[in-house]
């Protein structure tokens, strides 16, 4: 990704000190720009990375990373299941595995 596409409307924070551990940060939301931004996006989802700048302020930025071809889907190490063959069944079944 070249340039940064950053999301108009969608605002994080650092959680404030007397929060619990369990509050990773706080997140805003100005409804109006928002919504014109996403009226812009296509597609069925907006991946993004929280981020933080050199000046210490959190910022979502767009991920639009996508796979290089089809190659990329197969599981690593491996045939893709899907090509996977079943033994037949009329094979005959093995019972001397000590285990």
Request: glycine share 8%; proline share 8%; net charge negative.
């Amino acid at each position: 990704m070249s340039d940064n596409k950053l999301i108009t409307g969608l605002f994080f924070k650092d959680k404030h000190e007397n929060a619990p551990d369990f509050v990773i940060c706080k997140g805003s939301i100005k409804v109006a720009d928002f919504a014109a931004w996403l009226a812009q996006q296509s597609g069925e989802w907006v991946n993004f990375d929280l981020k933080r700048s050199r000046e210490g302020k959190l910022y979502p930025q767009v991920d639009d990373w996508k796979p290089n071809g089809a190659a990329s889907t197969a599981p690593q190490g491996g045939t893709p299941a899907r090509q996977r063959q079943a033994p037949a069944e009329d094979a005959p079944f093995d019972d001397t595995i000590p285990f």
